[in-house]
């Protein structure tokens, strides 16, 4: 069975790309649009519920917040039922700038708090209940604050309000029982929606080590990913997740390439049993998959491990020959330091608000985000179930070494 010779690419071809050497090439299909992958293709519907609508029970009668008995300003959310909070205009001022320039002393509004009356506000299209919660920790009513067990949706409709008005440090000292309690309710969420809602809460909430970890495993166990039809994280994330995989699958085709060479400048004897360079054909098949790792669906981590089996099921033969076998050493090295040094894509890369009262200190040094929880939908290591039949063909005979499959040196 020989296989088909692909043409050189150049320059000006459509998928040509930086990240490909003058022979190699990226799969036809190398749009994340409307691709079959693990995650879902189409966004499903979730439940028009607001998160958290418990928090909203215990309203007066007039059905007003008070979280501030002496309030001065009253705000209102205007989702598809208003809800109003009665709530201190100092304690705005301090806790985001945004209020401090509307509530300041030159505004109607400050002229009206100076003569003692009170001012309403009326803010956009934001979750009610995650607004109240905000307020609450604001002006330290802690106890009334949930510290733990809060939905994803809730947590992302509580990073929309901390972004837009810069009130990171009102709430920065619950997020890590936010994030390692952190559940999923939401039970028509898909898997796009779901990626990107984390992102964006890992983001707003600056904890790069979570970050990194989520950004890692889409880069490395993904074949491509879906954005979904209107992302909440911003595109240029998107694009930097796609760029690490291209750049993580260029540098394995390149391993590849470096391990056949090697064998062909390796003229021996023939001796007894298989010697290495008498694999080549499979590492060219091998190539050719990772060449259209898309339409192939083959992902970094995978082709990682599909070279690993091959090696260790040569290694385990009956009859294993030692000649050559020093390459195999060379290409499992290259692959462990790609897939090693590749660390995920950094959150400082990206503008998040981060408000005057941010300090870098406050970020976390460790992770604390509970992806298991919310039913992260990439795993983190080793193969996959098969998804195609050439990939169930490699492992099968990876574990059950048979006799491989000649391809003409000249492909």
């Known amino acids: 069975m020989s296989a088909e010779r692909i043409p050189r690419v150049e320059m000006t071809h459509p998928n040509w790309s930086v990240f490909l050497e003058d022979d190699d090439m990226l799969s036809v299909a190398d749009s994340d649009e409307c691709e079959p992958s693990g995650s879902d293709s189409t966004d499903s519907s979730t439940e028009d519920q607001v998160a958290g609508v418990e928090l909203l029970e215990n309203a007066d009668e007039d059905y007003v917040h008070i979280v501030a008995r002496d309030g001065d300003v009253k705000i209102t959310v205007v989702p598809d039922r208003p809800t109003t909070m009665l709530v201190s205009s100092e304690v705005l001022r301090l806790s985001s700038e945004y209020f401090a320039d509307i509530l300041g002393p030159d505004t109607p509004e400050g002229e009206r708090l100076e003569q003692g009356h009170t001012v309403d506000l009326l803010i956009g ?66 898997s796009r929606e779901l990626v990107d809602w984390t992102l964006v809460v890992l983001g707003v909430f600056h904890s790069p080590c979570d970050f990194l970890l989520a950004t890692r495993s889409l880069v490395m166990e993904e074949a491509h990913t879906c954005r979904p039809n209107t992302p909440l994280g911003p595109s240029a994330l998107y694009k930097a997740i796609e760029e690490g995989r291209q750049t993580a699958m260029a540098r394995l085709r390149k391993a590849i390439r470096e391990h056949i060479k090697l064998l062909n400048m390796s003229p021996h004897p023939a001796g007894e049993g298989t010697c290495p360079c008498d694999l080549r054909g499979d590492w060219k098949l091998l190539l050719r998959w990772a060449r259209y790792p898309k339409r192939n669906r083959l992902s970094p981590a995978l082709l990682v491990e599909m070279i690993r089996r091959r090696v260790i099921s040569y290694q ?87 006799a491989w499959v000649p391809v003409s040196d000249d492909e």
Not at 373 to 389: F, I, K, M, S
Request: proline share 7%.
């Open 125 to 190: 299209y934001y979750n009610p209940a995650a607004m109240l919660l905000i307020m609450r920790a604001a002006h330290g009513l802690y106890i009334q604050v949930p510290a733990e067990n809060l939905p994803l949706e809730l947590l992302l409709d509580i990073a929309a309000i901390v972004d837009s008005y810069s009130m990171y440090h009102v709430v920065w000292s619950f997020i890590i029982n936010w994030l390692r309690t952190v559940e999923r309710r939401a039970p028509g969420i898909s």
């Open 316 to 402: 385990t033969s009956d009859t294993m020959s030692m000649s050559c076998g020093k390459h195999h050493d060379v290409i499992l090295r290259a692959t462990a330091g790609i897939e090693r040094n590749y660390k995920g894509v950094g959150i400082a890369k990206f503008v998040w608000e981060q408000g005057p009262n941010y300090q870098p200190e406050w970020t976390f040094s460790r992770p604390h985000f509970n992806f298991a929880e919310v039913g992260w939908p990439v795993q983190w290591q080793g193969l996959r179930e098969p998804t195609h039949a050439d990939h169930e063909w490699w492992v099968t005979k990876s574990v059950h070494p048979t």
